[in-house]
């Protein structure tokens, strides 16, 4: 998609991190927003960071709840009669051994990062099907959603599924007939809030995994050392877009571990490299 001035963007975890950074570069695109997020008080913050005369609209929306999505929808279209690009960002991280995780972690996160998307997807897509625009859905998947990470099954099963159902989107689009296209957002460690998203974990389900320790400050180290900011993701996620490039892996590291891994799928390796603490490329 080409043209994005004067068309319409909607965000989601758009309060902090790489939401926000896709915010302003929507905005400097000089597209209209509207940003959502359940962190009322950071989506204020971002609103104020957008440049003057870009319409942004704030909504507080928690994506794993049907109806809030089906709200943010509604205002969306109502304010600017259509969306053009959908970017499915919010997202939460749980950490621990898999045998170890609580069925807390597994409702938080699968709520969050899988259901969150595809509330998206049930509650815009239609209607910018409908619409007969050309359009893009982004889905933030993660590189977690390409490999496999110790300490981390929680969250790249979530991550794994968002990869699998925006290759599934793409393909039920080509054969509708459909304009609209589709990314996946496939990043490695990027310097964000995230290994601090249980702030917004709702109380029903905080039981959490009690054993993340040693794998919370082999993420946190990983961040601080990562080279890639979160507007450098956004930036190449708006050039993916531009080029229609389904596909965004702002680290390049990922894509030879993803070639590894593939490697072992299709039987050139024998086993599963095993992940060491501390690890250097590791990603939430
Ligand atoms: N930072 C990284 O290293 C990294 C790497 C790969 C993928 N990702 C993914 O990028 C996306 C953005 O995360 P980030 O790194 O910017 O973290 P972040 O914590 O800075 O931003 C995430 C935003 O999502 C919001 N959010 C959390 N739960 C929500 C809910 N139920 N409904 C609506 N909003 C909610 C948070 O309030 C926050 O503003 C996530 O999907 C994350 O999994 C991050």
């Known amino acids: 998609m080409k043209q994005l001035g004067g068309k319409v963007a909607v965000i989601t975890g758009a309060a902090s991190g790489i939401g926000r950074e896709l915010a302003a570069a929507c905005a400097a695109q000089g597209m209209k927003l509207v940003v959502a997020d359940v962190d009322r008080d950071g989506l204020s913050a971002t609103k104020d960071l957008m440049p003057s005369g870009i319409a942004v609209r704030t909504a507080q929306c928690d994506v794993s709840s049907v109806e809030a999505v089906q709200r943010l929808a509604d205002l969306a279209f109502e304010e600017f009669g259509n969306v053009h690009l959908l970017f499915n960002n919010a997202g ?3 950490l621990g051994p898999l045998w170890s995780a609580t069925p807390e ?3 938080w996160v699968l ?5 969150g998307v595809a509330n998206g997807i049930r509650s815009f897509v239609p209607r910018m099907m409908a ?21 981390s099954g929680v ?15 793409l393909k ?3 054969l509708a007939g459909s304009p609209l296209k589709v990314n996946v957002l496939c990043p490695s460690l990027v310097k964000t809030a995230i290994a601090d998203s249980g702030r917004h974990r709702p109380i029903h389900l905080a039981s959490t995994n009690h054993d993340t320790a040693a794998y ?7 961040m601080a050392a990562s080279e890639v900011s979160a507007a450098d993701v ?19 590291a990922v894509r030879l571990r993803v070639e590894e891994r593939l490697r072992t799928i299709i039987g050139d390796h024998q086993h599963l490299q095993p992940d060491g603490l501390p690890a250097e490329t590791d990603e939430p």
């Open 216 to 222: 919370d400050l082999r993420v946190r180290a990983g």
């Open 234 to 252: 956004a930036r190449m996620t708006i050039q993916a877009i531009h080029d229609d490039e389904f596909y965004v892996l702002p680290h390049p």
């Open 131 to 151: 619409a007969g625009d050309e359009g893009h859905i982004v889905n933030t998947a993660s590189a977690a959603g390409l490999t496999a990470v110790a300490g």
């Open 172 to 174: 039920d689009l080509q």
């Open 92 to 94: 939460v991280a749980a």
């Open 155 to 169: 969250y790249c099963a979530s991550k794994h599924a968002v990869v699998a159902l925006s290759e599934c989107l």
């Open 105 to 107: 972690d597994w409702k």
């Open 111 to 115: 709520g969050v990062n899988l259901l």
